[in-house]
């Protein structure tokens, strides 16, 4: 019975994000005095763990980078001083660092006359520094409900996290301290997950695969930059001695059961449905060990399909169907760990993202674009990482790599060869689109990722530093279609004749007239590949001080360097210096003070620089121009026009007065002697003066708190 009260006496307490470790602060009960030379055993019986280490003249034992699994538990054996102590049960999450308080009985005599048990919340105020986080664990995942097993749809539940409307359809939707979405980092156990053309995530991490969600929404650690928004961490499963796993399906049968209502809601894209969505969706999960207490695995493999309709509806051509079309998201994830020794760690995780979203045409509420003109998003994306790790005496090291490739195909035509054509009735409205999307977007990234983190363990002073390089390499297929873009006009014959033949949503490019009036016509002349190296350089370092029992200061520094912000200058933005500083005192055993203050850099996203060539051109009387402006001083004196200027795409347009014939228009190579004659509406340069990295100034001063450990 003693025992169990002094379990119910044991408080665990999460803090820093950081290297994965554990410190146990032994103290007496009921005086809360330091116990020093206490032998504390650490055990994971799933994972075979044991390691037994005595409390210094804090009363503090640190056990360094551990594996990221839950089933630990800290143990402090009988003596003639003390009763048996034992915690709860304790999990770990990636880049973690985790106090436990373990309190000593007197072996003498000890009256509980009452226990009050106390749940644990989401909101992590600690009482080490000034960081501001919130996260759930897997127990909470898996009980709440998560639309589609989307886990950023579950992150809204979180303080300081909002629900966010991007200016397209599948921007990020999480927004932290209502800030812009894009610039919300996204990590897999603390490794990058951005993509970086526009933001947001490059593999969407489904539930069956995460074990842990940390969100830091303010001063955070010196190690964690590139966003001056906040950083969404996911601890990815791992197996264990024991096997388990799950297996689920789901169905959202649609009309047949669903209520009614007047509003359309997001699918799992982020576009608008309604009538008619469904939903089907199933997996599987398994975890166990290869080698028992040495080698472990798990794998996912999660596979949702959304059907949806949409209304086409052309009543001019005598046409009101509903049109169907389909989403499919496959998620397969896998991940083996490897203990190499006592003092030496691996693992390899590998995530495979296959993302489909149809555009068949028609609208929630009718269109006029017919399945004809219908194109696909793909969003495909590769993981694959590798984290090392090795524990010394009073220090540890991790090296980690990864590689990821991640492929925006944002409308890959049903017909790609087709041209597009907009056709309008006699008044000039516009009645049909079809054929092709009308545009070209294919945006692929290869990154690669070095990662290299020490940390020193020095009595009152845990240091930490290391670096990361993160190097990315865009190219772009992109700009408008090659095969045409035709505008065109029907005559009251040609559209009674066009709507008697009562062709339906089959309508397509080849049943118009071959003498209809052709209004416009344009044509992409400058279709080619193009894209640029980004290459990212971090360093930090960062002292956490035990200044006395009761008050921690945590001072660090962080430096960053993003290449691509040369833009068209002689070089980029180089004072990206980062100070952060934390303080927190400790008032009473459950109340405490804090402060902290730090420089946050953001990431300057890709498409800045992209749309930026994209939309550039080297002209004679482009280069004219800008030489005009540089003599009038309203671009630098010191502009080099070779610099900011580049071959972009380029299109021609051609009215009724060129006398385009319809299916007939000029390509891109009888055009092309005419090419730096042609008139643009907008063009860009790429900034003479380099691009600055947005930063924010944050503060968290603090009154006294309570906290939950």
Not at 203 to 228: C, D, M, Q, R, W
Not at 336 to 355: C, E, K, P, Q, Y
Request: aromatic share 10%; proline share 4%.
């Amino acid at each position: 019975m003693k025992k169990l009260y002094v379990i119910l006496l044991c408080l665990s307490y999460s803090s820093l994000f950081a290297q994965e470790d554990l410190t146990v602060i032994v103290t007496s009960y009921p005086d809360n005095q330091i116990v020093e030379g206490a032998s504390v055993e650490l055990s994971n019986d799933a994972r075979g763990i044991s390691f037994t280490e005595r409390t210094d003249a804090q009363g503090r034992v640190i056990f360094s980078s551990l594996p990221v699994v839950g089933g630990y538990q800290v143990s402090v054996a009988e003596t003639d001083d003390y009763l048996e102590a034992l915690s709860p049960m304790i999990d770990l999450r990636s880049n973690q660092s985790r106090i436990v308080r373990l309190t000593l009985v007197s072996s003498q005599s000890t009256e509980l006359d009452e226990v009050v048990l106390v749940g644990r919340s989401a909101s992590q105020i600690n009482r080490t520094d000034a960081e501001v986080s919130f996260e759930l664990s897997e127990l909470e995942i898996e009980a709440l409900p998560i639309e589609g097993r989307d886990l950023t749809r579950v992150l809204y539940r979180l303080p300081n996290v909002s629900q966010a409307t991007g200016f397209y359809p599948e921007a990020p939707n999480v927004s932290i301290n209502g800030a812009n979405s894009l610039f919300t980092s996204y990590l897999i156990d603390g490794m990058d997950n951005n993509e970086r053309f526009l933001g947001g995530q490059k593999f969407a991490i489904p539930s069956g695969f995460a074990k842990n969600i940390t969100v830091l929404t303010n001063n955070y650690s010196a190690e964690y930059g590139l966003t001056a928004n906040g950083v969404v961490n996911v601890t990815t499963k791992s197996g264990t001695n024991e096997l388990s796993g799950e297996a689920f399906f789901l169905s959202r049968p649609g009309p047949v059961i669903d209520a009614s209502s007047p509003f359309a809601q997001r699918d799992l894209s982020g576009n608008f449905v309604r009538d008619g969505f469904q939903r089907y969706q199933g997996g599987v999960a398994l975890g166990g060990a290869i080698v028992k207490n040495k080698t472990f695995f798990f794998v996912d493999l999660e596979h949702t399909t959304d059907l949806k309709d949409n209304l086409l509806n052309a009543p001019s051509l005598g046409v009101n169907e509903t049109v169907r079309g389909m989403n499919n998201f496959t998620y397969l994830s896998g991940k083996i760990d490897h203990n190499w020794s006592a003092n030496f760690r691996s693992s390899l995780r590998a995530n495979v993202g296959l993302v489909n979203i149809e555009r068949q045409g028609g609208g929630l509420e009718g269109g006029v674009t017919f399945p004809s003109a219908g194109n696909f998003q793909d969003r495909n994306s590769i993981l694959i990482a590798s984290k090392n790790t090795y524990v010394g005496t009073n220090w540890t090291s991790q090296t980690n790599i990864q590689y990821a490739r991640f492929r925006w195909n944002y409308g890959r035509p049903v017909n790609e060869n087709s041209p597009q054509v907009t056709v309008l009735d006699p008044s000039e409205l516009t009645i049909a689109v079809l054929g092709h999307p009308g545009f070209v977007f294919d945006q692929t990234e290869n990154t690669l990722q070095l990662q290299q983190k020490f940390k020193f363990y020095m009595g009152r002073h845990t240091l930490k530093t290391g670096f990361t390089v993160i190097s990315a390499d865009h190219q772009l297929f992109g700009g408008g279609n090659v095969n045409g873009n035709y505008t065109v006009q029907l005559t009251d014959a040609q559209l009674i004749d066009l709507r008697n033949r009562n062709l339906g949503a089959d309508l397509g490019v080849n049943d118009l007239p071959a003498d209809v009036q052709v209004n416009a016509y344009g044509v992409e002349l400058r279709p080619t590949e193009f894209g640029e190296r980004q290459t990212i350089y971090s360093i930090y370092v960062e002292d956490q001080w035990s200044a006395t029992d009761r008050l921690n200061l945590t001072i660090g520094l962080r430096y960053d360097y993003d290449d691509l912000s040369q833009g068209g200058a002689d070089q980029g933005d180089l004072n990206n210096i980062a100070p952060r500083l934390n303080a927190n005192y400790q008032l009473t055993n459950a109340s405490s003070l804090r402060f902290g203050y730090g420089i946050f850099y953001d990431k300057i996203p890709y498409a800045v620089y992209s749309d930026a060539l994209q939309q550039n051109t080297t002209s004679a009387g482009y280069i004219r121009q800008l030489q005009a402006l540089i003599d009038q001083g309203i671009l630098p004196s010191d502009t080099d026009l070779d610099q900011i200027t580049f071959d972009g795409n380029l299109g021609a347009s051609l009215d009724r007065n060129d006398n385009v014939s319809y299916l007939n228009g000029p390509t891109p190579a009888e055009l092309a002697e005419q090419r730096d004659n042609i008139f643009s509406n907008e063009r860009r340069i790429l900034n003479p003066e380099g691009y600055q990295n947005p930063f924010t100034h944050q503060f968290a001063p603090d009154s006294p708190r309570q906290t939950d450990g």
